[in-house]
Each structure stands twice: as structure tokens, then as C-alpha cells.
């Protein structure tokens, strides 16, 4: 009976599962910090690579943790990379260099002592820009552990076979120090470091195939360079990301009507079919529909009206609708914050 009720249980889950369908969605979310407007051209600098002074404990440094006496300045090109990257793309500052400049630093994870202002001014003026974004510092670390086994089934020639696969997962650690020199009024407007964690998993029938089905240490260190740059990306400038958003779908015809309407991108066409379905005397329907009302007002730009369904939505009985109206408040207050940050 307990073993009928559970299979009972999964049908129910599964039919529940293909009611909904998801769509990507472009929003533009602010950055972390506001940077003042008067900062509008930037130069992005790589200070990281060693002074003479500091070479050779640079190199004892990459002996020791193994990482390679390269690694970390490669590490660190790629990481002004990701930030080029992101700021080409920037819809708030102009990038004034797509060339790296280089200067001397640390290369450890020790800040090294400001620039001198004249240095500043200097660097500045050869780009007409308004500050200097320099990566300070940079530091990676990695290692490898190994994963328990776990038994996989699959076919050959149709008969089912089990075996036991290894996991082996490389995990990059990155350190990155940056600040912003702000030319105009010789301040420093932003100084911190960041620590961001990459993992690659590889799979073998042994331990040791496992582990070399991982990515060469060169790819880590370039892909969690790039990830690290691209982080302060967006902590700095307002970026545009896809997100997810789920609305109901049925087996009706209007319902799979207005599904086709949405995988074509006609809203308007959608729009219609579910606002003559809020009135619907069944409950599910109607709250459903209104709930789709409000994630097609929100793609439309109208976030007031989509918390407006969204809360109708809600006192239908919709559970998923708390946590939407959550979501559009942030995105509400989000945009004020954009308007200051975009000065628009």
C-alpha cells in the first residue's frame, strides 16, 4: 500500500513539474558599490608582478606552494583580462586602455604601499581618464582531492551494466587586491581584497584517470583569473545578467495557446489569454493566471503592476507568489539604485 501511495506521490510531482515552463530574462543589476559620478574614463592597471626587491621571494613563494613561478602572473593577466572584459560591455564607465599596463608591486598577497599621486596624475593624463582601477595584488593556490566512488548504471548493447566511477576535483583558490585612485581629488575610493573559489570535477574508472581527466593547471588558473576579474566587474559597474522566471502552462488549449505565444516572444498575445483566465471559477487557474500576469508585467518593465498581480496572485492561494513579491521589491529598490549609478 506505502509502495502505491509513493508511486501515486511521484505521478503527482511529475504532472506538477510539467505545469510550469521557464523563460530567461534580461535584467540589469547594480553594482556593488557607487562610484561617484565624476568618474566617468577609467585605466585598468596591473600592479601585481614583483619589484626587484621582492623577486626572489616571489620565486621561493611559487617553489614552495607549487603553483609555478609563473603561475600567478599569468593568474593576474588574466584577471585584468575578465575586468577588461566586463568594463567593454560597461554602460557606465569608458575604458580609456585595452592594452594592460604594467607596474611593479609585491606579487604576493601583500598590498604593496600607494602609488605616489604625481604617478597617478601622470598615467592618467596619457589616457585622459579620471582614476586608475589597479590590481594591487594577486594569489592563487590549488589542490586536488579525491571523491568517494559511486556506482553508475548504463547500457551496452542494450544490457544494463553497473560500475564505479572516481571523482577527482581540482579546487583553485584566487586572492585579488585592487584599488581605485581617484586622480581628481587624490583619494583612494576603494581598497579590498576578494578571495574566489573555482572547482573543476573530473570522473575515471581509477583515482588516477580521474585525475588526469582534470583541466591542466594552466586552464584553471586562466578560467579562475578570468572569474576573479570579472567579479569586481561587478562590483564596480552595473551589468546586464539572464535570469530565470517560471510561469504556469497547462494542458488547455488557451493555456498552450499562450505558452506558444510566450516562446515566440509575443507578451501581448499571452497577456490576453491569462488576464481573461483571472476571472476563471477554478481556483488553480485563476491564481496561476494572475501569478503569469505578473511575470509578464515584470519582462514588460512594470514592476509596480507585476507586484500588483503577483499579490493578487497570492490571495488566490498562490505559495510561490511570497517569495516573487520578495523578488520584486529587491528588484524595485534595485532600480533606484541604477538611477543613481547611471545618473539617469
Known amino acids: 500500500m506505502l509502495k502505491k501511495l509513493f508511486f501515486g506521490l511521484l505521478i503527482v510531482a511529475g504532472l506538477s513539474a510539467c505545469t510550469t515552463s521557464s523563460v530567461l530574462v534580461n535584467i540589469q543589476r547594480p553594482a556593488d558599490i557607487t562610484v561617484s559620478q565624476d ?39 588574466y584577471c585584468v583580462d575578465g575586468l577588461v572584459n566586463m568594463l567593454t560591455n560597461s554602460e557606465r564607465f569608458t575604458l580609456k586602455n585595452i592594452d594592460g599596463i604594467e607596474l611593479k608591486g609585491t606579487g604576493t598577497s601583500a598590498f604593496p604601499i600607494p602609488l605616489d599621486w604625481n604617478e597617478v596624475k601622470s598615467l592618467c593624463g596619457s589616457y585622459d581618464s579620471d582614476a586608475l582601477l589597479v590590481l594591487e595584488t594577486f594569489d592563487s593556490d590549488s589542490w586536488i582531492r579525491l571523491g568517494a ?9 542494450k544490457i544494463k551494466i553497473k560500475e564505479l566511477r572516481y571523482p577527482a576535483i581540482l579546487t583553485m583558490n584566487v586572492e585579488s587586491g585592487w584599488r581605485i585612485y581617484d586622480v581628481n581629488k587624490k583619494q583612494i575610493i576603494d581598497e579590498n581584497k576578494f578571495t574566489e573559489v573555482k572547482e573543476f570535477t573530473a570522473w575515471g574508472n ?4 580521474a585525475q ?7 586552464r584553471a588558473i586562466q578560467e579562475s583569473g578570468l572569474f576573479a576579474g570579472k567579479q569586481y566587474g561587478f562590483r564596480i559597474s552595473p551589468m546586464w545578467i539572464k535570469v530565470s522566471r517560471t510561469y504556469y502552462t497547462g494542458k ?3 493555456l498552450k495557446l499562450a505558452k506558444s505565444y ?13 488576464k481573461d483566465l483571472v476571472n476563471n471559477p477554478d481556483d488553480k487557474i485563476a491564481r496561476r493566471s494572475a501569478y503569469n500576469m505578473a511575470i509578464a508585467s515584470e519582462i514588460k518593465g512594470g514592476l509596480d503592476t507585476a507586484i500588483e498581480w503577483a499579490s493578487k496572485s497570492e490571495k488566490l492561494g498562490e505559495k510561490k507568489a511570497y517569495r516573487y513579491i520578495n523578488v520584486l521589491h529587491i528588484r524595485k529598490k534595485n532600480e533606484e539604485k541604477l538611477k543613481q549609478q547611471l545618473n539617469n
Open 39 to 77: 568618474i566617468q574614463n577609467v585605466v585598468v592597471v596591473n600592479r601585481s608582478r614583483p619589484s626587484k626587491d621582492n623577486l626572489a621571494g616571489n620565486i621561493v613563494e611559487g617553489l614552495i606552494s607549487g603553483e609555478g613561478i609563473g603561475a600567478d602572473r599569468k593568474g593576474a593577466e
Open 212 to 218: 588526469l581527466n582534470l583541466p591542466s593547471k594552466r
Open 206 to 209: 581509477n583515482p588516477e584517470e
Open 252 to 254: 488547455s488549449d488557451d
Open 262 to 274: 510566450v516562446k515566440s516572444g509575443d507578451w501581448d498575445a499571452a497577456i490576453e489569454i491569462w
Open 149 to 157: 566512488p559511486v556506482t553508475r548504471t548504463r547500457k551496452v548493447k
